[in-house]
């Protein structure tokens, strides 16, 4: 008869404890992740609603005259960017000298549901632009947007062709809808109805924002499961996982006509790519951005693959315009080892001479 | 020998999720296509949909039954959410006010010059503009 806890009820008794003790190991990783998370001294400049503007405290003798603000998605928190010290691209660009600042959008609740892409592409993100000015003395703005932060990023330079954006830096930013095959095919085929979902909860649920996510590789979240079990021996290796699988289920709720107009122009008529994606009745043309402009993805990119993200570079009207293919994943190209000993550096060095 | 047979259920789960792990892409990537179908798309939608109506019946069904034991509804505890979320808002307000308040009173005087240059980058770094560097 092969073993088992049944034929065995002492080994039972002692896998449960054994179950026990991971459990209470977990637990106090994940308290000294909490304590650790977003700890890059920084001050709160701005608060506009939910939106929290933050200027990241410089640590070098002298900063790069041009200060650079970073954009992230609705629908994520913030913080993958100061994920922890060793492991926060904040705290690496603070060291190298940048000047940084972050909006947080915040979260929005159901009284915000009337917050469109308008909203954050011609009202705050200009609004930070200009408390940042007012704050650093200085005209000029670099921009870095990841993922959906990248689309606002995108679009604002786009309306703002002579505005005060010197350069714009974009991660793992989708801009031809037709590359996001699932999106489209759950919009496009009859079946999920995105009015339905903004009439009845206003904002859509974060429950639901990561069930859209899980529904992209369906199978990863009960690998990274089995990678923690059998990897419970080695504390600093969970504590980078949890990190980033933390901050992936802590999702934020996407404003209802934001949601909307996004699933409309963007992933159903693929309007950016067009010509036709409006803000305030302005059709954005992407041919208008002439700034230098970087473009970041990843080669195993399952949010945003490449069939979505690899037209920006070739779309912008910039002379002075690179793609760089990184290995790695979605989260991985922002927060992941590699990020820390060759993507950021390589970032880096890109930004500085478009900073002085 | 309860030991041993312990160490090698225990090896034995390590290998299947091993097994599971180094799968666990093409498995998923199976699962998205048959998700892509236009049919199985439809279907997830219409799913989304028809709960979405569920959970408003659910939501209206339990309101009245709460009430009559006088208890929260779910709307009661997204109204308080609401109103900690624009207290959150306000205290914020106060604090940028305070900083900006506690900046000029600085006037800039702690303020690092902004004359950093592009090779203080290489020098400290070690890092470089060529993008094949990391490839």
Redo the contacts between chains.
């Keep these: 008869m092969p073993?088992?806890?049944k034929t065995?009820p002492?080994?039972n008794g002692?896998?449960v404890g054994v179950m026990d003790s991971h459990r209470g190991r977990l637990a106090a990783l994940e308290e000294e992740m909490v304590r650790e998370t977003a700890v890059t001294p920084k001050?709160?400049?701005?608060?506009?609603?939910?939106l929290?503007?933050y200027h990241y405290l410089?640590q070098?003798?002298?900063?790069?005259?041009i200060p650079i603000l970073l954009v992230m998605s609705l629908v994520s928190k913030p913080y993958i960017f100061d994920l922890t010290p060793g492991q926060s691209l904040v705290e690496y660009l603070v060291r190298?000298?940048f000047?940084v600042y972050l909006v947080d959008w915040?979260?929005p609740?159901?009284?915000h549901r009337g917050l469109g892409v308008d909203d954050y592409v011609a009202d705050l993100i200009p609004d930070c632009i200009a408390k940042i000015q007012a704050?650093?003395?200085?005209m000029d703005v670099n921009i870095l947007g990841y993922c959906l932060g990248g689309i606002f990023a995108t679009l604002y330079a786009a309306l703002n062709p002579t505005g005060p954006l010197s350069s714009l830096l974009l991660i793992a930013t989708p801009i031809n809808s037709l590359g996001m095959?699932?999106q489209r095919?759950?919009?496009t085929?009859?079946?999920?109805?995105p009015d339905?979902?903004v009439d009845?909860?206003g904002n859509v649920p974060p429950a639901m924002i990561e069930a859209a996510f899980q529904?992209?590789?369906?199978?990863?979240k009960?690998?990274g499961q089995?990678?923690l079990?059998?990897k419970m021996d080695d504390p600093a290796f969970i504590k980078a996982t949890l990190r980033i699988s933390r901050w992936g289920a802590d999702a934020l709720p996407f404003p209802g006509r934001a949601f909307l107009q996004l699933a409309h122009d963007f992933i159903m008529e693929n309007r950016i790519v067009t010509g036709d994606f409006e803000i305030r009745g302005k059709k954005v043309d992407l041919r208008e951005i002439s700034v230098p402009v970087l473009h970041i993805v990843a080669q195993h990119d399952?949010v945003v693959p490449s069939a979505a993200s690899g037209d920006l570079v070739r779309l912008v009207g910039s002379g002075d315009k690179?793609e760089?293919v990184?290995k790695g994943g979605h989260v991985s190209l922002i927060a992941g080892v590699a990020a820390v000993t060759?993507?950021w550096?390589?970032l880096?060095?890109?930004l500085?001479?478009r900073?002085? | 020998m309860s030991k041993n047979a312990g160490t090698d259920g225990m090896d034995l789960l390590n290998t299947w999720r091993e097994w599971f792990i180094q799968n666990e892409r093409a498995w998923s990537e199976e699962l998205t296509g048959m998700m892509k179908q236009n049919a199985v798309a439809q279907t997830i939608g219409k799913e989304i949909n028809a709960a979405l109506y569920g959970q408003e019946m659910l939501t209206q069904g339990m309101a009245a039954s709460l009430a009559m034991f006088n208890m929260p509804t779910r709307d009661d505890i997204l109204a308080l959410g609401e109103r900690l979320g624009r207290l959150e808002d306000s205290v914020a307000r106060q604090e940028a006010s305070l900083v900006r308040l506690q900046n000029s009173a600085l006037a800039g005087s702690h303020a690092p010059q902004r004359t950093r240059k592009a090779d203080a980058i290489s020098a400290e770094h070690g890092g470089t503009a060529d993008p094949n560097a990391a490839q």
């Design positions: 073993p088992s806890s065995h002492g080994d002692a896998s001050e709160l400049i701005y608060a506009r609603g939910t929290r503007l410089p070098t003798p002298d900063v790069f005259r190298a000298g000047d915040g979260v609740r159901l009284e704050q650093s003395g200085v095959e699932m095919k759950l919009l085929t009859d079946g999920l109805d339905l979902i009845k909860l529904m992209l590789r369906p199978l990863q009960a690998s089995f990678v079990i059998n399952h690179e760089w990184i060759k993507t550096p390589r880096v060095s890109w500085a001479p900073s002085i």
